[in-house]
């Protein structure tokens, strides 16, 4: 069976464990992800001529395998397998790996044998075949080496996760520098002067038509050798990553002077103390600060800007990641945005979420560079974006939604009020080139300003009821239908509408239905052509273009569409992409429309396996129940149901009954041995039969033997019941427990027989579409529960005018002043 992309994560990320304690995460991503490539290269490259990478004889990871348990492991993994490998490859360097036999993090002599054996051994499971699980442009290695990177980062702390861009920041640059419209060829210079791990780099060049020509520069020389990694592992073995310090010792030069690039993305440290160590900023020899002035001593932020513009070719186009001050910041820094803004480079600023990345929680911004439109420049596209994220664990992250709007309104220079619009250098130069985005764009909630009128004499201001005119629109007399004039400017509920009802009301309304009727036609629409479409596909294609075509055509399908949020909707699929589709897709595209079904098993602590029944991830179990076993299914529902109505039963007489004087008082804990025990203690207590002398005496219903005689009568009853009804519920539990095995065997008996187009409507139309169709139609109930929202609000705001509270006041006051009186009379 496929691996599947969650499989491979947990797998790869359960190899961590081998390493924590030991060593921060900062350190054991070094060992874990070392293991990862030389897995990866050696089952793609092993053995191969002409291929990118030399693998030498004895430095595959089928040699590392033969170490485990070794007593030299460690010191065997350094000088059999790394230093041959770096050798063969010019592309590495020693420097690059960690040391594998450094005891003062791998532990003693014992615990290093044992973590490093465990690590390998991990790798060394089947699943992870990495040959085969890797088409261009579609790479799930390389997705499973982002997803460490992006943990680590997380696990890392605030002073260790720089090497990692989010890639969602990273694919908003690769877009809005334009490199996936235009014409591209392995010419194309694309360049990063603070790398990282790579993951910037590679973004830009994943959305460039054609494969592109990659450089980057790294500090670090660990994270360098994490960059060198990432780049064969994502199929650029070619791309030149360097070690240095990019502003004192640049590496790519021609001649004298800085290499020029086509493209430049950077996400440099945030205003870099250290900036000019090792550089005379008043004398740089590559003239950076050239005609815009000399960043100041303790902020480095305009001096990566600044290298990045004299990076680009006369034609270029580029990105970077800065902290929001440089948007305001006064003297050096405010004659460098000047000079920079009078000259045309800044196209454009987007203004992102505070706690994005891993290095820092204050907000950042990206601001783009483009050297071709520099003369003609009018303005500057300004976008507010920071309200637009999702709160992951301790940080905030970016939503397809938010990444796929940031972009189109970019992309598109499309004003939205407050969120984005094209600023006039006229109006920047009013402003002293100050670039704060609040200056220029009102992000705030519009005020819900009270009306006093309606607060002293009742009634809705059609004001707040126009401000609604988007429902109206779409529903011209449903206004009418819940509302009626009260005086000028004033509305009030009409007869029989109340804030109770006002949900109902407006369901039920038909223009309100034709809507609801017309989005649902809309969506079958498109869930149709993507239906028939999925159902065609074959083994072999990507799943990532799969997505990118049909999660593009929902979107473009709801635009326009009234009272609904495409992006919402867009967000919806994706959200299932990542939750279920995706390892579908996968799976599908490895092994065609196979159900296949696999046994669970889980070990205990003593690492006996045991038989926990099996599963089917392409088609489960109850998709597969519901369409061939619904009559059992329903059978088992019955009896289920009935079991919970006599366990419902069961409870209420053990709650009615558990008091001081009840049948279930005395014991210590109810199940069928002491029940049983108290019956007959109960049976053999009656009293003997009762004289009528004495009954006469006391009277009918006064006697004591005759109030003993009915409450031994009632807790033998209540007694019986229970065991009557725990009796019942055995059975029933047998029942359901035959029932279920049954269904059981029938289900799993049924899987081999599946034939393909059988297999692709339980996948399609039963379990995708299906689970898309809801989430839709939660957008629609979100539609009619906002507007609910906001009328219930409105109504309630003014139900109660000032005169009839005034009254109300008044006549609570005189209830208390009356009570009072009459406290005071009883005191004297």
Not at 31 to 40: D, E, M, N, R, S
């Amino acid at each position: 069976m496929a691996l599947k992309k969650s499989q491979l994560y947990s797998s790869l990320w359960a190899s961590c464990d081998e390493l924590r304690g030991g060593m921060d995460a900062s350190q054991y991503k070094d060992y874990v992800l070392v293991l990862l490539f030389i897995k990866y290269v050696s089952d793609k490259y092993a053995g191969k001529p002409f291929a990118p990478l030399t693998i030498p004889p004895g430095a595959s990871f089928a040699a590392m395998v033969a170490l485990k348990g070794s007593k030299d492991i460690g010191d065997d993994i350094n000088k059999k397998i790394i230093a041959p490998l770096v050798a063969a490859n010019t592309q590495l360097s020693q420097s690059d790996f960690p040391d594998f036999a450094d005891p003062t993090k791998l532990g003693d002599p014992k615990e290093m044998v044992e973590r490093l054996t465990n690590l390998v051994a991990i790798f060394e499971d089947p699943a992870l075949d990495f040959s085969r699980n890797r088409a261009d442009g579609d790479d799930i290695l390389g997705d499973a080496y982002e997803y460490l990177m992006r943990h680590f980062a997380t696990e890392s702390g605030k002073s260790k996760g720089q090497f990692y861009t989010p890639a969602e920041v990273s694919r908003i640059m690769a877009e809005v520098i334009g490199i996936g419209a235009a014409q591209t060829s392995p010419d194309t210079t694309v360049y990063d002067p603070t790398c990282g791990s790579g993951s910037l780099l590679l973004k830009v060049a994943d959305a460039a038509r054609t494969p592109v020509t990659l450089y980057g520069q790294e500090k670090d020389a660990t994270t360098t050798g994490l960059a060198r990694m990432n780049m064969i592992l994502h199929g650029n073995p070619t791309a030149e990553v360097k070690q240095g310090n990019t502003l004192s010792a640049p590496r790519f030069l021609t001649g004298d002077s800085l290499k020029t690039f086509d493209y430049v993305v950077a996400n440099p440290p945030f205003s870099d103390k250290r900036w000019s160590t090792g550089l005379d900023p008043a004398h740089d020899p590559y003239e950076r600060f050239r005609g815009f002035g000399v960043p100041p001593d303790k902020q480095g932020d305009y001096a990566y800007l600044l290298h990045l513009i004299r990076s680009l070719k006369p034609s270029g186009q580029g990105a970077i990641i800065l902290p929001h001050g440089v948007l305001f910041r006064g003297n050096a820094e405010a004659v460098i945005r000047q000079n920079l803004v009078r000259r045309g480079y800044l196209k454009g600023i987007i203004g992102l979420p505070a706690n994005l990345f891993y290095g820092t929680g204050i907000p950042a911004c990206i601001l783009v560079i483009d050297k071709a439109g520099a003369p003609g420049r009018k303005g500057i596209f300004m976008i507010d974006a920071s309200r637009g994220f999702l709160k992951d664990g301790n940080k905030n992250r970016l939503r397809s939604r938010d990444l796929h709007q940031i972009v189109d309104v970019f992309t598109k220079a499309a004003d939205k009020p407050g969120y984005a619009r094209l600023v006039p250098l006229a109006e920047i130069e009013k402003n002293e080139f100050n670039l704060n985005l609040p200056r220029y764009l009102d992000t705030q909630d519009a005020e819900d300003i009270h009306d006093i009128a309606g607060h002293l004499h009742g009634g809705i201001p059609t004001a707040d009821l126009d401000a609604l005119g988007a429902y109206w629109k779409v529903c011209p007399s449903l206004r009418d239908a819940l509302f009626t004039i009260l005086r000028p400017g004033y509305a009030t509920l009409r007869d029989g509408v109340t804030a109770a009802n006002l949900k109902p009301t407006i369901a039920a309304h038909a223009e309100f239905a034709t809507f609801v009727a017309d989005m649902d036609r809309h969506f079958a629409a498109w869930r149709d052509r993507s239906a028939t479409a999925l159902r065609a596909l074959e083994s072999g294609f990507q799943p990532k273009e799969l997505i990118h075509r049909h999660s593009e055509a929902l979107l473009a399908h709801y635009h326009g569409k009234a009272l609904v949020d495409p992006y919402a909707i867009y967000q919806h699929l994706m959200d299932y992409w990542a939750e279920t589709m995706q390892d579908d897709a996968y799976l599908i595209a490895a092994d065609g429309w196979k159900a296949e079904t696999s046994r669970i098993v889980e070990k205990d602590k003593k690492g006996k396996e045991k038989d926990k029944g099996w599963t089917c991830d392409l088609v489960p179990k109850p998709l597969l129940v519901a369409r061939y076993f619904a009559r059992e299914q329903a059978e088992l529902d019955r009896l289920t149901a009935d079991l919970e109505a006599i366990t419902a039963e069961i409870t209420e007489l053990e709650e009615e009954h558990s008091g001081e004087d009840g049948a279930f008082a005395d014991l210590d804990k109810i199940n069928k041995a002491t029940v049983t025990d108290a019956l007959r203690e109960r049976t053999f207590a009656k009293p003997e039969p009762i004289v009528a002398e004495p009954q006469a005496a006391y009277g009918a219903t006064d006697s004591p033997l005759t109030t003993q005689h009915s409450s031994l009568q009632d807790e033998e009853r209540v007694l019986r019941t229970w065991l009557n009804l725990t009796a019942r519920a055995t059975k029933l539990k047998k029942q359901i427990k035959d029932a279920d095995d049954a269904l059981d065997q029938r289900a799993y008996a049924k899987y081999p027989t599946l034939i393909d187009a059988e297999v692709k409507t339980l996948v399609v139309d039963d379990k995708w579409m299906t689970t898309l169709a809801a989430a839709v139609q939660g957008e629609l109930d979100r539609v009619a529960q906002t507007l609910t929202t906001r009328l219930r609000t409105l109504v309630d705001r003014y139900a109660t005018p000032l005169p009839d509270l005034e009254t109300e006041v008044a006549t609570l006051a005189a209830k208390v002043a009356a009570h009072l009186k009459k406290i005071e009379e009883a005191r004297t």
